[in-house]
């Protein structure tokens, strides 16, 4: 079965560079999640999408940004990278009405140097 | 709001023991709750979850939870541990759509199966 893809797998960025991360939900889900996963830590929300509208912010930094877009794939910008970004970045999908539950990628993981 | 705690970061078990993994949770509406295991540098698989209905549910890899609303529970058990069982386990609440939808996690417990 499709699960959720996420690219890349791990990217190095130098500080103040920008990263793009990307997510492709499980096929028909229009619910979309991004969260953060620092070191030892556990998975912090940062925003999510329904219907490519945000549905909901976390403690997601100015300095990012995400939205979805009409094939239901979304994208995390991140710019003026800091080394307190590195993390792995998972997103998350879901049918939002019908299946509470929500599906994992593999995340990104991203170094910032 | 909802939350969710974890008790003991870190697991130690014998291999062929008991696995029992604490997870408590706070909501004002009836939750549902999910237990996701987390391997060395990969996603998040979800082991089973609970909506509604039974309160014993069945996941993968033979574990199982039980919710017990009396005691605002969700404790994650298997009878028999597997070394393929050490990971890291994550207890999660999920918010009412008209709050989000998004999954609360707990802190983590780290397994540890020992031969």
């Known amino acids: 079965a499709a699960g959720v893809i996420q690219s890349p797998r791990h990217l190095i960025k130098e500080k103040r560079e920008t990263a793009t991360l990307k997510c492709y939900p499980i096929?028909?889900?229009?619910?979309v999640y991004w969260y953060q996963q620092g070191p030892g830590q556990d998975p912090q929300f940062l925003i999510s999408f329904y219907e490519k509208m945000q549905s909901d912010k976390g403690s997601i930094p100015d300095r990012f940004s995400a939205q979805q877009f009409s094939d239901y794939h979304s994208e995390l910008n991140m710019s003026s990278l800091e080394l307190g970004d590195s993390a792995l970045y998972f997103c998350?999908?879901?049918?939002?009405?019908?299946?509470?539950?929500?599906?994992f990628g593999q995340g990104t993981r991203l170094t910032v140097v | 709001a909802q939350s969710v705690t974890q008790l003991g970061s870190h697991v130690s078990v014998s291999e062929g023991a008991l696995v029992l993994l604490r997870c408590n949770y706070s909501?004002?509406?009836?939750?549902?709750l999910f237990w996701y295991v987390q391997y060395p540098n990969q996603g998040l698989q979800l082991l089973l979850k609970?909506?509604?209905?039974?309160?014993l549910v069945k996941g993968i890899n033979g574990f199982e939870a039980e919710f017990k609303k009396s005691e605002t529970s969700f404790h994650l058990t298997k009878p028999s541990a597997h070394m393929s069982d050490a990971a890291e386990y994550f207890c999660?609440?999920?918010?009412?759509?008209?709050?989000?939808?998004?999954?609360?996690f707990g802190q983590g417990t780290e397994l540890s199966v020992k031969p």
């Open positions: 609970y909506t509604t209905g039974a309160t």
């Open positions: 096929p028909r889900h229009d619910t």
């Open positions: 998350a999908s879901s049918l939002s009405t019908s299946r509470p539950a929500a599906f």
């Open positions: 909501s004002s509406v009836p939750p549902y």
């Open positions: 999660a609440v999920r918010t009412f759509y008209n709050q989000g939808g998004k999954l609360i």
